[in-house]
């Protein structure tokens, strides 16, 4: 059920706000200045993140002054009112101290509302958040001058309402059209091109340098590492640095721009930064191998086959691969569209299905590929999550038709088997640091036991 709209009174502005769930803590939410309350609830992902903060007290989120559905007159905006107007949207709803959350922008603002308002904001959670919303000579980090200048230029040319800002952050998360269709709604519904972009350039003045040593309230730094338009890990560890009480956490995202921060990753940091961080209820790291398979081609077989006579293909291989599962000892986390992804125990047995799985494939008449890693998960329900996942999802990305690629990590691990394979090369990995070893299956058996020459 999505809360009613309320409003509060702040220096002759209505400051639009909800309120979802009870706990033993305010939690408030500040939206960035692409922000509109109803359409926020419009992306599932959004909702799932609001229900799991409700596990952690009481949540607040407002549109601030000049966005949404708060009042649009900017001329009073100013960053010192976005913190007063946060203070009075806490005192409508009767909060005596809260934990202030936000990213990129609302991020920088949240921590200047806990330098303005040390008494009001008990911790701060800050997202992708710069000290200095620009570049000079005291400051290396800030967005590039030129960058701003294009974005500004994009916007008053037409851009604004197009998807402009995911595609200068975070251009990946662009290529699905479903949120590129929100975000276009976002931006558009969120400020009118004039407004925006003076809510971008009183962003890129930002600074908060003068009041970082005044900042007490316990921090928590969230960074995605996969996110490198804006805040970069160097930024964003010059920012804790300068913090009296701050951490930083690096996190590998999946969802930029909605939640921006990955569901599972950032609950834990924040249950654990707020002290309730519960290992029964979030699940239980491990150690397991990962395959995730992929067929090549599908949109070009569905249109040569049609779609029901690919969709039936599709499922009998699936079934093949439960099949194979069973054998060798694997576990069906999901499929993914084309995709499906498993879990074993024993990289050997991973191997060895994700061989059979291919072979399998081909005598359908369906071109399959597999990637294959071993790595620390978190299982969650019936659900993994990690970076591990990550790694097994660009390796298999990597392979070409019929191929089968691993991991050195995985090397390690069946030396001694039957396994025969050989050197692909090295590689870096998107959003993973390091160069990569990989390695392909030749075949299942090799009857010296050793790599393939």
Known sequence: MIPETLYAQSNGADIAYRVLGEGPRDIVLSMGFMSHLDLYWELPENVEFLEHLTELGRVIIFDKRGTGLSDRDLSAVSPKQWCDDLVAVMDACQSRTAVV???????????LAAALHPDRVAAVIAGESLAVGHRDRGYPFGPDPRMLRMALAAIRSGGWGRGMAVKLVAPDFAASPRHLS??????????TPRAAARLLQMTADLDLRPHLESITAPVLLLHDVELQRLATLE?????ADQLPNATLRLIRGQRPMTTLLPFHDVAAEIE?????????????????????TDVVGSTEAAARTGDASFGYARDAHFDAIRRSLARFGGTEIKTMGDGFLASFPIPSAALRCAYEVVHDADAMGLAVRAGVHSGEVLRQDDDLVGIAMHVAARVSALAQTS???????VRTLVLGSTLSYEPWGSTTLKGIPGEWALYRITSRESPTGAPAA
């Open 101 to 111: 959350m936000g990213w990129l922008d609302a991020g920088s603002l949240s921590l």
């Open 182 to 191: 929100w975000l276009k709604r976002l931006e558009s519904m969120s400020a």
């Open 235 to 239: 930024s964003m560890q010059w920012l």
């Open 272 to 292: 654990q930064f707020l002290g309730t961080y519960r290992p029964n209820h979030s699940g239980h790291r491990e150690v397991a191998t990962i395959l995730i």
């Open 403 to 409: 191929e089968i690629l691993f991991t050195d990590t």
